[in-house]
């Protein structure tokens, strides 16, 4: 009997006494960001144009550009003449065969080529935050076929804002 009157009285002494209490203060602190206007190239898959013989008709292929921008911010993107000593209206491709002539247009129809003069021939955009993406068109014309080899060039994409 002795048992239940002292879990009876440990009972009561639990109930009845006071909690501890602890003491809080409270302060402030801000979290900002300041987002500046930039753009950036987020990606450029290659131009391929496959394996081919005899240059005697037109090879068409495209590419993807992406870029993402600040919100609201404008910009345009221009496309360079390439490494090969070439112009924006026909670029050229190095291999150790010689050069393969190639331009690149902002248009499906490859009517507008694609260069680095803002307001004549580069592609305007206003940045939403997200990636936006740009498909660049492709063509080696008709000409004269050079050695076999495999031939190349690097095109820089210039984004202006």
């Known amino acids: 009997m002795i048992l239940p ?12 006494s006071s909690p501890s209490r602890a003491a809080t203060a409270v302060g402030n602190f801000q979290v900002q960001i300041n987002i500046q206007t930039a753009c950036v190239v987020a990606s450029a898959t290659d131009l391929n144009f496959g394996n081919v013989g005899v240059l005697a008709a037109n090879i068409d292929t495209t590419s993807t550009i992406s870029v993402q921008c600040t919100n609201t911010t404008p910009y345009t993107i221009g496309l360079n003449q390439g490494v090969n000593g070439a112009s924006v209206t026909t670029r050229q491709m190095s291999g150790t065969g010689g050069l393969v002539n190639y331009s690149l247009f902002r248009d499906a129809s490859r009517t507008l080529n694609w260069g680095t003069t803002i307001g004549t021939d ?3 955009g206003t940045g939403n935050g997200s990636g936006q993406s740009f498909t660049v068109y492709g ?5 004269t076929t050079p050695g076999p080899a ?12």
């Open 5 to 16: 009157k002292i879990a009876i009285a440990a009972f009561f002494c639990a109930v009845c």
């Open 122 to 124: 580069t592609v305007a």
């Open 139 to 143: 063509r080696v014309p008709v000409q």
């Open 150 to 161: 495999l031939y190349s060039d690097t095109i820089t994409v210039t984004v202006t804002y």
